[in-house]
């Protein structure tokens, strides 16, 4: 289900803000595509510090671990990265599923370090949409459906005012791989 409360364009307003705090950056420099280690040089600590301001701006909770993480907690040790830090042709097909087929390098023999520079501001923005879209109809509170956001950012029931709660990254990853395995039995 999809929430029309906060648009992705909002979502990627709030995404260049905290970028460009995090990074010390012109928001000019922040496009769709602009990919956060390659093109602005963010490191790791970076994007728990971008993930914060996010989680904070929302009121969300953001994925701590990457797919790949996942990948192998779900389907065992060595399904998504081999002896020699390589991902698997499966992980691979994965990768291209969620994140496009665009990237050159997401190709056989992709080295695990590489992964994080296919994060996008992109991909972020639509990992803030996913945790967004989980957003139930009713107020779990008072059972209306009268959501709203103030500032456009915070998502609150407008007859009881309790704020809104959403799925946590992490769980939205999970599912996700739950979904593509039933429909492609990758694993
Ligand atoms: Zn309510």
């Known amino acids: ?50 993930n914060y301001r996010l989680e904070q701006a929302f009121g969300i909770k953001m994925a701590r671990h990457f797919v790949l993480e996942h990948i192998e907690e779900m389907f065992g040790e060595g399904t998504a990265i081999d002896e020699n830090g390589q991902l698997t042709d499966k992980a691979i097909q994965l990768l291209k599923i969620r994140f496009g087929d665009s990237a050159p390098e997401m190709a056989s023999g992709m080295d695990m370090d590489e992964v994080p520079t296919l994060v996008t501001a992109q991909s972020m923005v639509r990992g803030v949409m996913d945790i967004l879209d989980s957003l139930p109809n009713k107020c779990p509170k008072c059972g209306n459906a009268s959501w709203r956001a103030d500032n456009g950012v915070r998502v609150t029931c407008s007859s009881c005012g309790e ?4 799925s946590n990254g992490d769980d939205l990853i999970k599912e996700w791989l739950k979904k593509v395995q039933s429909e492609k039995s990758l694993f």
Do not use: C, H, Y
């Open 1 to 50: 289900m999809s929430q029309n409360i906060i648009t992705e364009e909002k979502v990627f307003e709030e995404m260049k803000k905290a970028v460009a705090e995090t990074l010390r950056v012109d928001e000019g420099r922040i496009k769709p595509e602009t990919s956060l280690i390659k093109d602005l040089g963010a490191e790791s600590l970076d994007f728990l510090d971008i």
């Open 163 to 166: 704020a809104a709660a959403f």
